[in-house]
């Protein structure tokens, strides 16, 4: 069962372009991470969020964690080629042992 | 600093043969996990162990076994290949505390197909 949805799957932009992921779940998660994956690499860590409501900003990218800790965006502002990459977002469930649910991910492609 | 080590990076096998994919890291972490990762279907957990001594299944167990002798390695243990298992294997370390607040850290995958 696939606990969290990410949209879109995949998103071809230019350059200076910018863009939001969503991550969605009907699940309540007690914090919420967002992973960046490159070709032949495993998951980064990018951030992670914990309150309701709350607001991360890492340089150019936005994080915000759903006041019902349910839901999760990642706004990219003036997007590089460099942003290039998968991006995953994690949610931690609170039974017992505190296990990750990763998402289905968004393939981002950002063209010069 | 290593982190997280993955071997081998690639491998393909025949359907019925076993193998063991080594995962070692240096950073003292008691959590470990395996992961699989298909297309289009983001990150399953299939065994977790939250120190030496100690494992549990995730998700996806099934056709799978590991071990944690010690806090730095935790293999992953296919005993019969099957199709359904080809797919890129990831590695994952983070400190105890507080799983979901702490960064996992993930190698760079073992990529394998069963033919």
């Known amino acids: 069962t696939q606990l969290l949805e990410q949209s879109p799957q995949f998103l071809s932009i230019q350059e200076g372009e910018n863009l939001t992921v969503y991550c969605n779940s009907s699940?309540?998660?007690?914090?919420l991470q967002w992973y960046r994956q490159e070709p032949g690499e495993g998951p980064v860590l990018l951030v992670t969020v914990v309150t309701g409501g709350e607001v991360k900003k890492l340089k150019r990218l936005t994080f915000q964690f759903g006041d019902a800790r349910k839901d999760s965006s990642l706004h990219i502002t003036a997007a590089q080629p460099g942003d290039t990459g998968l991006y995953l977002c994690a949610g931690a469930l609170n039974t017992g042992f505190q296990k990750l649910v990763f998402g289905t991910g968004t393939r981002l492609l950002v063209s010069p | 600093n290593a982190g997280v080590t993955q071997t081998p990076k690639f491998r393909i096998l025949k359907i019925g043969q076993s193998m063991t994919l080594q995962c070692t890291q240096d950073m003292n972490h008691n959590y470990m996990y395996w992961y699989r990762q298909d297309p289009g279907m983001g990150l399953k957990l299939i065994y977790y162990s939250v120190g030496a001594g100690i494992t549990d299944k995730g998700e996806v167990p099934n056709g799978y076994n590991v071990s944690r002798s010690t806090t730095e390695d935790f293999p992953l243990r296919l005993e019969l290949a099957a199709p359904s298992q080809t797919s890129v294997y990831f590695c994952?370390?983070?400190?105890?505390?507080?799983?979901?607040?702490?960064?996992?850290?993930f190698g760079d995958g073992t990529r394998l197909s069963i033919l």
């Open positions: 994952a370390s983070s400190y105890s505390v507080r799983v979901g607040n702490q960064p996992q850290h």
């Open positions: 699940s309540v998660f007690s914090s």
